[in-house]
């Protein structure tokens, strides 16, 4: 029974962590409402697409005499605000369409509605930043995820049987490292090659901080396995790795990521 309490919390702590790294981070889109023409219009700007298309802003209208536009320009660059004007199909909703960039390219974009004469950013001052990727095959983002979900569990696992006195989470250890070296260093680049076209961003090559932050955690695990060489249980050194991996996948996800230079 006390087995699977500590597997029941090692897997809410892991959910936990890994809905929080998603939702706040910098691919996750931009949610709110606005208050134009005395009603409530709910928006969501997306912050991540593909780039084999561009991408369609669509707004529902609450009030036939709304318009709108976009402003947007490449991320990071001099390049002078493009205006779009947004279209109005016929079940009222406002629509226009940001160009695809290649992968890695962004666009900082800004959606304004306008009523007589009041305009209303939906994002406020700071524009939306959107990033472009290529498109990963389900064969292998869906192992990267289910590897990398695991890899967080095992570790959490370990981390709370190193707590108990006389435990040896040498077998946890094993596990974690196993699978995190294969979620994080063979089907993560996989990701990143398909997404970015680049294998490997991170140290020594560039800032990545995904790539640096898996790389962190797997050096904190393998330095836990050398510790406990020789079935030593070397529960400090498990508790460090398992606190070290929880602390670097608490940073949201795609923070620093691969950025297109123009």
């Given at each position: 029974?006390?087995?699977?309490?500590?597997?029941?919390?090692?897997f809410?702590?892991?959910?936990?962590?890994?809905?929080?790294?998603?939702l706040?981070?910098?691919?996750?889109?931009?949610?709110?409402?606005?208050?134009?023409?005395?009603?409530?219009?709910?928006?969501?700007l997306?912050?991540?697409?593909?780039?084999?298309?561009?991408?369609?802003?669509?707004?529902?209208?609450?009030?036939p005499?709304?318009?709108?536009?976009?402003?947007?320009?490449?991320?990071?660059?001099?390049?002078?605000?493009?205006?779009?004007?947004?279209?109005?199909t016929?079940?009222?909703?406002?629509?226009?369409?940001?160009?695809?960039?290649?992968?890695a390219?962004?666009?900082?974009?800004?959606?304004?509605?306008?009523?007589?004469?009041?305009?209303v950013?939906?994002?406020?001052e700071?524009?939306?930043?959107i990033?472009?990727?290529?498109?990963?095959?389900?064969?292998?983002?869906?192992?990267?995820?289910?590897?990398?979900f695991?890899?967080?569990?095992?570790?959490?696992?370990?981390?709370?049987?190193?707590?108990?006195?006389?435990s040896?989470?040498?077998?946890?250890?094993?596990?974690?490292?196993?699978?995190?070296?294969?979620?994080?260093?063979?089907?993560?680049?996989?990701?990143?090659?398909?997404?970015?076209?680049?294998?490997?961003?991170?140290?020594?090559?560039?800032?990545d901080?995904?790539?640096n932050?898996?790389?962190?955690?797997?050096?904190?695990?393998?330095?836990?396995?050398?510790?406990?060489?020789?079935?030593?249980?070397?529960?400090?050194?498990?508790?460090?790795?398992?606190?070290?991996?929880?602390?670097?996948?608490l940073?949201?996800?795609?923070?620093?990521?691969s950025?297109?230079?123009?």
């Amino acid at each position: 029974m006390k087995n699977f309490i500590l597997w029941l919390l090692a897997f809410l702590i892991a959910l936990f962590t890994a809905s929080y790294q998603r939702l706040t981070g910098p691919t996750y889109p931009v949610r709110g409402k606005a208050h134009v023409a005395n009603c409530t219009i709910m928006y969501t700007l997306a912050r991540t697409h593909e780039t084999h298309k561009d991408y369609e802003i669509k707004i529902a209208a609450c009030n036939p005499e709304i318009t709108g536009h976009v402003l947007y320009k490449r991320f990071k660059t001099k390049d002078p605000w493009t205006q779009v004007q947004m279209k109005k199909t016929e079940d009222d909703f406002l629509i226009a369409y940001l160009p695809s960039e290649p992968p890695a390219g962004k666009l900082a974009y800004k959606v304004i509605l306008t009523y007589k004469d009041e305009n209303v950013p939906l994002s406020g001052e700071n524009p939306v930043i959107i990033r472009f990727k290529g498109s990963v095959p389900n064969s292998i983002l869906i192992p990267h995820i289910i590897f990398i979900f695991l890899a967080m569990l095992f570790s959490t696992r370990a981390g709370l049987e190193a707590l108990k006195p006389q435990s040896n989470p040498r077998k946890l250890a094993l596990w974690t490292t196993g699978l995190l070296f294969v979620g994080g260093m063979i089907f993560g680049p996989l990701v990143q090659q398909f997404a970015f076209g680049a294998f490997w961003t991170g140290f020594p090559f560039g800032y990545d901080l995904t790539d640096n932050k898996t790389l962190i955690a797997l050096v904190g695990w393998i330095i836990a396995l050398i510790a406990g060489c020789h079935g030593k249980p070397a529960r400090k050194r498990v508790l460090g790795a398992s606190i070290l991996l929880l602390v670097v996948f608490l940073i949201p996800h795609s923070l620093l990521g691969s950025e297109l230079k123009y």
